[in-house]
T-cell receptor, first 114, second 114 residues
Framework: DQQVKQNSPSLSVQEGRISILNCDYT??????FLWYKKYPAEGPTFLIS?????DKNEDGRFTVFLNKSAKHLSLHIVPSQPGDSAVYFC?????????????FGKGTLLTVNP | EAQVTQNPRYLITVTGKKLTVTCSQN?????MSWYRQDPGLGLRQIYY???????DKGDVPEGYKVSRKEKRNFPLILESPSPNQTSLYFC?????????????FGPGTRLLVL
């Protein structure tokens, strides 16, 4: 049972345009959400996070939006750059849980074309 | 340089031959965790440790052991590897224990069990 779903395996955008990566979750206990970026042959690196008490968090070109009622979050990258090409993982966590684990989606491969 | 290191990076072995994948962090982090990444499944937690001598099971612990005798090291042990343990393994660590603590990932260990 996939509790965090990234339904788009891949996304291709032009440099300078907006990239929108989507993520849905089913576990209502999740209250903290993160995005990780992964380049080939490297481990995931933290990008941005959001707590369920917020509906938006911004860090430079990256903005994460959270819609709790729809159990949906999205990552916006504006403007997109070729160096943003990577696999993006959505992850969720339950702050009341005992192991502080991250539950990951399957990832979305973003390709930014020059 | 602050980092999480894993060794080996690549390993080919045969069924039943015990192996250990080492993980070490130089950031004095309390929390450490092991994940495996499989195609179409995202990353799943195997084991985690909240401090020295404190370890517990994640979502997919079967066939694995861990130990945390020192704060910096968290080896993953496969006593009798099987082909279904062929995967990409990531070690992660965070400074404190809690969902808002950023987890830093190692570069990954690609394991093939024949």
């Amino acid at each position: 049972d996939q509790q965090v779903k990234q339904n788009s395996p891949s996304l291709s955008v032009q440099e300078g345009r907006i990239s929108i990566l989507n993520c849905d979750y089913t576990n209502s206990m999740f209250d903290y959400f993160l995005w990780y970026k992964k380049y080939p042959a490297e481990g995931p690196t933290f990008l941005i996070s959001i707590s369920s008490i917020k509906d938006k968090n911004e860090d430079g070109r990256f903005t994460v939006f959270l819609n709790k009622s729809a159990k949906h979050l999205s990552l916006h990258i504006v403007p997109s750059q070729p160096g943003d090409s990577a696999v993006y993982f959505c992850a969720a966590s339950d702050s009341g849980g005992s192991n502080y684990k991250l539950t990951f989606g399957k990832g979305t491969l973003l390709t930014v074309n020059p | 340089e602050a980092q999480v290191t894993q060794n080996p990076r690549y390993l080919i072995t045969v069924t039943g031959k015990k192996l250990t994948v080492t993980c070490s962090q130089n950031m004095n982090h309390e929390y450490m965790s092991w994940y495996r990444q499989d195609p179409g499944l995202g990353l799943r937690q195997i084991y985690y440790s909240m401090n020295v001598e404190v370890t517990d099971k994640g979502d997919v612990p079967e066939g694995y052991k861990v130990s945390r005798k020192e704060k910096r090291n968290f080896p993953l042990i496969l006593e009798s590897p099987s082909p279904n343990q062929t995967s990409l393994y990531f070690c992660a660590s965070s400074l404190g224990v809690g969902v808002q603590e950023t987890q830093y990932f190692g570069p990954g260990t690609r394991l093939l069990v024949l």
